[in-house]
């Protein structure tokens, strides 16, 4: 692959030549191109950092022709030159005064770097990816293998980018194929920096999740191999490689396949049994990312991960500092997945239900949680209606913690009661609206005033996710009744004086759509409430009563 071939006739290219045919802006440019950025002095800093602000006069179009004319070969060898001087300043003498310009000389060209990956940055951003690879491969590979972050920040953002744009797939198909920079990738991920080393690995995610092609030949042979050595850093390094292989993984049944054969995973699978309660911890999250998929969750039951985390979980309180990780673990099943709650252990549901008892809010927070996700499909209804007597005392927990700080929690179980009463009209059967009807009673004494008064409380973010439990139970017969029969509620719903912020009227309006549109409320409240509802639902959530005003003259 030629490196800048269609600058061929760039360095031919002087100021005068240009000027009949490009603006002012280009022939500065340029005048600063043919002065060269070679010397290690604070004139060549100075230079870089004028052709830095000459670019910001200059349009993306015209710096684009600009760029298709011209070599930017003074740039790379620049970094090639100073890279070079670096490496000979430190076999100088340890004298005093040697290391002094050593020192002096490092600063400078760190500051020379940083000015050149902006300029850098800027010239590639203008470019058409499929150019970049084609005509900049080697120079990509110069600025990876580059000692300073910033310039190999820049080249990891452009090639994530050339993996990104699907209008260069020939040139993505070379990617994939290409060995030294995907080793050069590789190598970034155990970068001392975080950054390059995030980047590094966001550029390899990019690379592999459209391209099976890619996940084949980076998680297997020499590039695995050189893995396996980056890897060997220590933990940190690992797991980061640990993190991309589980991503990866998820995008398709093949990606799991190479995956699960690579060894990454069983390495990873291993750490849940070592006795550093930190590693069994990262391990549990890394694994938390595999049950996101069908394909993932299904590896991992074959490989005895689901039972191994049971009773992982079983023996939680011998290490009370794994329980968020496991918690999440668990949650992330139900989120990706509701019909495999099935795959939920017994002893999970239970410990949930105990834990909002807790006087550790941290530990309520994460059984509420679990209800919310839990809670959303009649699955997971069913599930937690076995737990019998557990789960009544557990809603009596929930109808004490939405009454009491803190306000983060008091918001997430009051979410977690919406999704627990939600009901969609073709799931609605006698049995299950009864369950959730004897539910709701076992709140407090009176459940329907407790979830009120939290929606006349002066706090948005509360007072929205009460409605939202109305929201939950308006299209319950039930339900209904209940609000129909409350004194005050009819006065309260079409009242639009009690809400002040836009997002508790918009919360107010979604409760009376739905009571308006429920083929049971005319029979519950009566044709004309109903029909005071449809004109309020007519009106919008917005509306604002406007009184006329008759002058009247002395």
Same mark, same amino acid.
């Given at each position: 692959?030629?490196? *800048?071939?269609?600058?061929?006739?760039? &360095?031919?290219?002087?100021?005068?030549?240009?000027?009949?045919?490009?603006?002012?802006?280009?022939?500065?440019?340029?005048?600063?191109?043919?002065?060269?950025?070679?010397?290690?002095?604070?004139?060549?800093?100075?230079?870089?950092?004028?052709?830095?602000?000459?670019?910001?006069?200059?349009?993306?179009?015209?710096?684009?022709?600009?760029?298709?004319?011209?070599?930017?070969?003074?740039?790379?060898?620049?970094? =090639?030159?100073?890279?070079?001087?670096?490496?000979?300043?430190?076999?100088?003498?340890?004298?005093?005064?040697?290391?002094?310009?050593?020192?002096?000389?490092?600063?400078?060209?760190?500051?020379?770097?940083?000015? @050149?990956?902006? %300029?850098?940055?800027?010239?590639?951003?203008?470019?058409?990816?499929?150019?970049?690879?084609?005509? /900049?491969?080697?120079?990509?590979?110069?600025?990876?293998?580059? &000692?300073?972050?910033?310039?190999?920040?820049?080249?990891?953002?452009?090639?994530?980018?050339?993996?990104?744009?699907?209008?260069?797939?020939?040139?993505?198909?070379?990617?994939?194929?290409?060995?030294?920079?995907?080793?050069?990738? #590789?190598?970034? %991920?155990?970068?001392?920096?975080?950054?390059?080393?995030?980047?590094?690995?966001?550029?390899?995610?990019?690379?592999?999740?459209?391209?099976?092609?890619?996940?084949?030949?980076?998680?297997?042979?020499?590039?695995?191999?050189?893995?396996?050595?980056?890897?060997?850093?220590?933990?940190?390094?690992?797991?980061?490689?640990?993190?991309?292989?589980?991503?990866?993984?998820?995008?398709? &049944?093949?990606?799991?396949?190479?995956?699960?054969?690579?060894?990454?995973?069983?390495?990873?699978?291993?750490?849940? *049994?070592?006795?550093?309660?930190? @590693?069994?911890?990262?391990?549990?999250?890394?694994?938390?990312?595999?049950?996101?998929?069908?394909?993932?969750?299904?590896?991992?039951?074959?490989?005895?991960?689901?039972?191994?985390?049971?009773?992982?979980?079983?023996?939680?309180?011998?290490?009370? #500092?794994?329980?968020? &990780?496991?918690?999440?673990?668990?949650?992330?099943?139900?989120?990706?997945?509701?019909?495999?709650?099935?795959?939920?252990? *017994?002893?999970?549901?239970?410990?949930?239900?105990?834990?909002?008892?807790?006087?550790?809010?941290?530990?309520?927070?994460?059984?509420?949680?679990?209800? *919310?996700?839990?809670?959303?499909?009649?699955?997971?209804?069913?599930?937690?209606?076995?737990?019998?007597?557990?789960?009544?005392?557990?809603?009596?927990?929930?109808?004490?913690?939405?009454?009491?700080?803190?306000?983060?929690?008091?918001?997430?179980?009051?979410?977690?009661?919406?999704?627990?009463?939600?009901?969609?009209?073709?799931?609605?059967?006698?049995?299950?609206?009864?369950?959730?009807?004897?539910? /709701?009673? =076992?709140?407090?004494?009176?459940?329907?005033?407790?979830?009120?008064?939290?929606?006349?409380?002066?706090?948005?973010?509360?007072?929205?996710?009460?409605?939202?439990?109305?929201?939950?139970?308006?299209?319950?017969?039930?339900?209904?009744? +209940?609000?129909?029969?409350?004194?005050?509620?009819?006065?309260?719903?079409?009242?639009?004086?009690?809400?002040?912020?836009?997002?508790?009227?918009?919360?107010?309006?979604?409760?009376?759509?739905?009571?308006?549109?429920?083929?049971?409320?005319?029979?519950?409240?009566?044709?004309? /409430?109903?029909?005071?509802?449809?004109?309020?639902?007519?009106?919008?959530? +917005?509306?604002?009563?406007?009184?006329?005003?008759?002058?009247?003259?002395?």
């Amino acid at each position: 692959m030629a490196s *800048n071939s269609n600058n061929v006739n760039g &360095s031919a290219m002087s100021a005068t030549n240009l000027s009949t045919t490009d603006d002012p802006s280009s022939v500065h440019l340029l005048k600063l191109l043919e002065q060269g950025f070679n010397s290690n002095t604070n004139k060549s800093l100075l230079l870089l950092i004028d052709f830095r602000t000459a670019l910001t006069a200059v349009t993306q179009t015209q710096l684009r022709t600009f760029v298709r004319n011209v070599s930017l070969q003074p740039l790379f060898a620049c970094l =090639k030159i100073s890279t070079t001087s670096t490496c000979c300043s430190s076999s100088i003498t340890t004298s005093s005064s040697s290391k002094a310009r050593s020192t002096s000389y490092s600063e400078t060209d760190r500051e020379k770097h940083s000015v @050149i990956g902006a %300029i850098l940055s800027k010239i590639f951003d203008c470019m058409e990816a499929d150019v970049i690879l084609n005509q /900049f491969r080697e120079e990509l590979l110069l600025c990876l293998d580059h &000692s300073n972050e910033s310039i190999q920040l820049v080249c990891l953002k452009q090639v994530k980018r050339i993996a990104g744009d699907i209008k260069c797939l020939s040139e993505v198909e070379a990617l994939c194929n290409d060995v030294g920079l995907l080793t050069s990738i #590789i190598t970034r %991920i155990g970068d001392d920096c975080l950054l390059v080393a995030q980047e590094a690995s966001f550029t390899l995610d990019a690379i592999c999740s459209n391209h099976i092609m890619a996940v084949h030949f980076i998680f297997s042979g020499s590039l695995l191999g050189h893995i396996g050595r980056v890897a060997s850093k220590g933990d940190i390094v690992k797991y980061r490689f640990f993190e991309l292989a589980t991503k990866v993984a998820t995008y398709s &049944s093949e990606s799991m396949m190479v995956i699960g054969n690579c060894g990454l995973l069983q390495d990873l699978i291993l750490d849940l *049994n070592t006795d550093d309660e930190l @590693i069994q911890m990262n391990s549990i999250e890394m694994l938390s990312n595999l049950v996101c998929s069908k394909h993932g969750l299904l590896y991992m039951n074959q490989q005895g991960v689901l039972s191994t985390i049971e009773n992982m979980l079983i023996a939680s309180e011998v290490k009370p #500092i794994l329980l968020p &990780s496991l918690f999440r673990f668990f949650i992330t099943i139900c989120k990706a997945e509701s019909s495999e709650v099935s795959l939920l252990p *017994n002893c999970f549901l239970k410990l949930s239900l105990d834990l909002l008892g807790s006087h550790d809010m941290s530990l309520v927070a994460n059984a509420v949680d679990a209800v *919310n996700v839990v809670g959303l499909s009649v699955e997971g209804k069913e599930a937690l209606l076995k737990q019998g007597l557990l789960m009544n005392e557990g809603l009596a927990q929930m109808g004490l913690i939405i009454q009491r700080p803190p306000v983060e929690v008091r918001i997430r179980s009051l979410m977690a009661l919406a999704n627990l009463f939600s009901l969609r009209d073709d799931e609605q059967t006698s049995g299950m609206l009864s369950i959730l009807e004897q539910w /709701f009673m =076992k709140i407090s004494n009176n459940s329907l005033q407790t979830i009120l008064a939290i929606c006349q409380q002066p706090f948005p973010e509360l007072k929205c996710a009460a409605l939202s439990v109305l929201k939950a139970l308006a299209n319950q017969e039930w339900a209904q009744r +209940l609000m129909n029969q409350h004194c005050g509620f009819h006065e309260y719903l079409l009242d639009r004086k009690t809400e002040h912020e836009q997002t508790g009227k918009h919360a107010k309006y979604d409760v009376i759509k739905v009571l308006a549109k429920s083929s049971t409320s005319a029979h519950t409240f009566g044709r004309p /409430f109903v029909l005071k509802m449809m004109e309020y639902v007519k009106e919008g959530p +917005l509306y604002k009563i406007v009184q006329s005003k008759v002058a009247l003259q002395d």
